[in-house]
């Protein structure tokens, strides 16, 4: 079975602190995607990829970095954790062809900065 | 950006109804997709509307898509108890997809 692995379900950080949030998937897809999920306000695109070391930022990168040195893995760092980054973070990958694929989710990672 | 918007934002109905939820949107489009979400997990892809295509089924889905009115509706056929969730419509293609609010389906035993 396919999958996109979220590497935490729930994970407390302090303010402050350096966050390293990891997403794997399993299907060999070129991309990739970074959504953090709110009450009220929906999904939200953080960052994505299309390749291997190449990023984009989405509608709400500040305050948040990726990197995508493998083609199966990218991670998204807190550089400096706030309390207004508590969030639901969801990982996404699709294949090349963008225009015939859904995405393929994580399960999502449910952060709370203290 | 938020692109899709579902109406309504919460539905509640009886077992063995058919449940109907709408989406519209304001720029043209390659596709429309719909995903379903369960509490507190990851989005699952339900099913994806080509702007060429008017009509598509799956199981016990049926989408429509009206490409001069902005806007597609999700019916799910003799809804069961597992049906409920969250249902969003994301319209896409070349760009990132982008997702409206949702709707809260509430299927009652």
């Known amino acids: 079975d396919v999958k996109v692995t979220q590497s935490s379900r729930y994970l407390v950080k302090r303010t402050g602190e350096k966050v390293f949030l990891e997403c794997v998937q399993d299907?060999?897809?070129?991309?990739m995607f970074w959504y953090r999920q709110d009450p009220g306000l929906g999904l939200r695109l953080i960052y994505f990829?299309?390749?291997?070391?190449?990023?984009e930022k989405g509608d709400i990168p500040e305050g948040y970095s990726v990197s995508r040195e493998k083609k199966e893995r990218f991670s998204l760092i807190l550089e400096s954790a706030s309390t207004n980054q508590t969030s639901m973070y969801l990982c996404?990958?699709?294949?090349?062809?963008?225009?015939?694929?859904?995405?393929?989710f994580g399960s999502g990672t449910r952060l709370t900065v203290v | 950006s938020q692109q899709g918007e579902e109406d309504p934002q919460a539905l509640s109905i009886q077992e063995g109804e058919n449940a109907t939820m709408n989406c519209s949107y304001k720029t043209s489009i390659n596709n429309l997709q719909w995903y379903r979400q369960n509490s507190g997990r990851g989005l699952v892809h339900l099913i994806l509307?080509?702007?060429?295509?008017r009509e598509k089924h799956s199981g016990r889905l049926r989408v429509t898509l009206d490409t001069s009115k902005k806007s597609s509706s999700l019916l799910i056929t003799a809804s069961r108890a597992a049906d409920t969730a969250s249902y969003f419509c994301?319209?896409?293609?070349?760009?990132?997809?982008?997702f409206g609010k949702g709707t809260r389906l509430s299927v009652i035993a």
């Open positions: 299907m060999d897809h070129e991309n």
């Open positions: 996404a990958s699709s294949p090349t062809d963008r225009t015939s694929y859904g995405y393929t």
């Open positions: 509307i080509r702007s060429n295509e």
């Open positions: 994301a319209t896409g293609g070349n760009t990132p997809l982008v």
């Open positions: 990829s299309y390749d291997v070391k190449m990023k």
